[in-house]
């Protein structure tokens, strides 16, 4: 059977094809059902080889929340105090026009950088997301926003060691002997790839998972390996020392497609396996087995999350994890290599969406995970900034440093306008609010980071109420700042979409926008995932064509991170980069800040929860009652010592500040590590704060990636559960 668009009546009942919006490797494809412009339901489109006819947790009642009562749909203006909640309706009229006076006075006061945009992925789409609002703040003149808050780490590193290639097809995991997923729990962040890793099981492979936490992924693993959070360098550099020593290498491989070898090997020779157990907490022999496993077994594949960037030496260790399958000839066959990202196969035309060529001679690039302190006037801006632009993003409850950021938004000369579908706790501290559609009122299409599939979102309804979307949204304030006079700024959805592709792509050959539209997805036309072997004979995307153990980027200190910055690269700081892979311990560990750990022992990590997506679903009842409330996982001896027991109250505090969750005692977490799932809404949470108040807005080693694992905490019990957060 094959489904079409908008072809299949029962009744009234309409089935339209559409695309799961959000920031998830899997961009499934959607099948809605809408009956007199309602939706009804929504389901996994069984045609999609990647998603197979099944959504997620998350998504599965998408309809509940298209029709929820608490959408935002019409625009509102602060009536109560900053954060209170309190709004009143206006007209889109009005919304825009205090927006448009304000800005202009902000501008002739203390020029456009006054003005800044944040955002990032609350829709993937490729019109409505990442870069839907660049070109009108690149011509404004505003503060760039970087959004450096995920993978920019990672994908510095792998550029950097085997260049923008999307590597390994997912779906040739089928093929692979030996799966490793690492800092990657794929059964709730990925879990479309599932099925082809148990394939590739029934056919023999071997998986294993390399996490602090017996994950529900590590649970169904052949080994769980636990590892110390922010080690994983030390581990990856100690298998090159056991690769090297006993010469399990590809030796043929090594010289034809790699550079940097003797160095390299030099560089290794100080990572053994007792050097190594002792930074990681994996006993001597079980490294060495992990070593003499990953290269028996040809092809084998390491699966990276993207929680495996988030400390200080983040970047490094995805260099040293890049490096391995060069080492050992995984790249021969498909199947074998590294996946981090599949973005870079897709032919999306980056440079007309973000528009460089609209920006003013010099912009301010501010980067966004440093919010809060430039809220609080921590970074001495000159000029400050006066107005801040929220789409796409819940800043209060995703960014680091959270008291901070609300400190910030309580400012009353601070004017904050936001897009959003639902009261968030950031849009809570909007002076004006606007309403946002959700991706079945809007025309849309979509790359993917975790397949090779363009996959197409055909509006399924009207839009609710007032409802826009954001490329509506940006069209409307163009009108309003006089950006009319350029046609760019007028175009429809349609023309955007013609313009957003490289259809001339040979990725996209034979493919044409009606067909797309027509089935809702297409294959980028790459060799069928049991041929797919890009670097089975080298050419890497690298400037040397080799996999770069030394890395010529490094060398040069040639770092440009243009997607995260609307296009801008000019004023890139040269970083010193050590151009062979390194261990880089965490910032605040035990072993590495004795003096912070006397106070604060314990270190906190806050991945993925399973039913809410980043902070998204933090308000849907079905989610909620899934995920439960906030929680914080513990080893029994942490607990011991600190006589707190499950189902209690407890607070989790440093310096930043403190949140409140009730205590699980469990042997999945490793000692010395507590778990607290991120994505919780304060208003959810009991007291004042959620994860975010403990966690820190420093950067990793490369690509400005955040470092919101590399904290350490204490943690005690509260009895009256009344005590303030700090
Ligand atoms: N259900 C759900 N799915 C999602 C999302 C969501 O919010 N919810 N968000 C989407 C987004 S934006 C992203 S970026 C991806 C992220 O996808 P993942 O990277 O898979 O997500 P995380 O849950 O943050 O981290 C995965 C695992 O890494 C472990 N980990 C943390 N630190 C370390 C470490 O230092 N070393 C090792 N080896 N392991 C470590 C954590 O314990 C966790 O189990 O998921 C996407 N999918
Ligand atoms: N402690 C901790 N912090 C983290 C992470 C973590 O694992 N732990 N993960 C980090 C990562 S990997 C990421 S990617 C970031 C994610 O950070 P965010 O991008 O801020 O993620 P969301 O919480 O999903 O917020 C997206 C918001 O956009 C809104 N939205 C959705 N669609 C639209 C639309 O079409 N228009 C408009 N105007 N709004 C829309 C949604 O309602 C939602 O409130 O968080 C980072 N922060
Ligand atoms: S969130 Fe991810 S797994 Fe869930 S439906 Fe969307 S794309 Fe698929
Ligand atoms: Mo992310």
Request: glycine share 8%.
């Amino acid at each position: 059977m094959s489904i079409k668009n908008s072809n299949i009546k029962t009744d009234d009942i309409k089935t339209i094809i559409g695309a799961c919006p959000h920031d998830c490797p899997d961009t499934c494809s959607m099948l809605i059902s809408v009956q007199s412009d309602k939706v009804l339901g929504v389901r996994g489109n069984p045609d999609h080889p990647f998603t197979r006819g099944r959504l997620c947790a998350k998504v599965i009642n998408y309809q509940d929340r298209v029709n929820s009562s608490q959408r935002i749909l019409h625009p509102m203006r602060r009536i109560g105090s900053k954060g209170s909640g309190q709004f009143r309706r206006i007209s889109w009229d009005e919304a825009l026009k205090e927006i448009g006076d304000c800005w202009n006075k902000i501008i002739d006061d203390d020029g456009p950088q006054a003005i800044l945009p944040y955002s990032y992925l609350g829709t993937q789409g490729i019109i409505n997301g990442l870069n839907v609002g660049d070109p009108f703040f690149n011509r404004l003149g505003a503060t760039i926003g970087e959004r450096t808050f995920c993978d920019s780490g990672a994908s510095t590193a792998i550029i950097m060691t085997i260049g923008d290639s999307a590597a390994v097809d997912p779906e040739s995991l089928v093929h692979s002997k030996y799966i490793i997923l690492w800092a990657c729990n794929i059964l709730s962040t990925n879990s479309h790839l599932w099925p082809f890793i148990a394939e590739a099981r029934k056919r023999g492979a071997k998986l294993v998972v390399i996490d602090p936490f017996r994950t529900r992924t590590a649970r169904k693993a052949d080994w769980h390996i636990p590892i110390l959070p922010g080690t994983d360098g030390a581990l990856a550099l100690g298998i090159m020392h056991i690769l090297i020593k006993e010469n399990l290498v590809d030796q043929d491989y090594i010289d034809k497609y790699t550079l940097g070898y003797d160095e390299l090997k030099i560089r290794v020779e100080d990572y053994d396996p007792e050097t190594v157990s002792v930074a990681t907490g994996i006993a001597a022999e079980d490294i060495c087995t992990l070593a003499r496993e990953y290269a028996g077994n040809n092809p084998a594949v390491i699966r990276i999350g993207v929680a495996i960037e988030r400390h200080a030496g983040g970047g490094q260790t995805v260099r040293a994890l890049a490096c391995l399958p060069a080492l050992t000839g995984a790249w021969r066959k498909p199947g074998g290599g590294i996946l981090q990202m599949t973005t870079w196969a897709h032919p999306v035309n980056w440079g007309q969406l973000m528009r460089p060529d609209m920006l003013p001679e010099s912009p301010r690039v501010l980067n966004l995970w440093r919010l809060g302190q430039a809220l609080v006037d921590e970074l001495s801006l000159d000029p400050p900034i006066k107005s801040l632009m929220i789409y796409n993003a819940n800043p209060v409850v995703t960014g680091a440093d959270q008291n901070k950021i609300i400190a910030g938004l309580q400012r009353e000369d601070l004017f904050t306008v936001v897009s959003e579908q639902f009261m968030t706790d950031t849009a809570r501290y909007a002076d004006i609010l606007l309403p946002a559609t959700t991706q079945l009122e809007q025309e849309d299409i979509m790359f993917s980071w975790g397949h090779l599939y363009m996959t197409y979102n055909n509006r399924a309804v009207s839009p609710l109420g007032e409802a826009i979307s954001n490329s509506e949204l940006f069209r409307r304030l163009a009108y309003v700042m006089g950006f009319d006079d350029d046609p760019y700024f007028k175009r429809s959805d349609d023309q955007m979409i013609e313009e957003a592709i490289i259809w001339e792509s040979p990725m996209l050959k034979d493919v044409d926008l009606e067909t797309l539209k027509e089935k809702g997805y297409v294959r980028l036309n790459i060799p069928g995932p049991d041929h797919y072997a890009p670097h089975a004979e080298g050419n890497f995307r690298t400037a040397s064509g080799k996999c770069e153990f030394k890395s010529s980027v490094a060398v040069s200190g040639n770092f440009v991170l243009p997607l995260l910055r609307q296009g801008y690269d000019g004023d890139q700081p040269k970083d010193t980069v050590d151009p062979l892979p390194h261990y880089i311990p965490p910032r605040e560990t035990p072993q590495t800040n004795k003096i912070l750990a006397k106070k604060y022992p314990l270190n906190l990590i806050s991945p993925k929860s399973h039913t809410f997506l980043n902070s998204s679903y933090g308000n849907m009842k079905r989610q909620l009652r899934s995920a439960g409330r906030q929680f914080i996982l513990i080893h029994p001896e942490d607990a011991k010592s600190r006589k707190i027991e499950t189902d209690q109250k407890v607070k989790i505090f440093n310096d930043r500040g403190s949140f409140i969750a009730s205590v699980t005692v469990t042997e999945d977490v490793m000692p010395g590590v507590l778990i607290a799932p991120s994505g919780y809404w304060l208003e959810q949470n009991q007291g004042k704060g959620t994860v975010q108040s403990v966690t820190s807005s420093q950067f990793s080693d490369l690509g400005r990636a955040p470092t919101f694992s590399d904290i350490l905490v204490e943690i005690k019990s509260t009895y009256s559960g009344n005590e303030k957060s700090k």
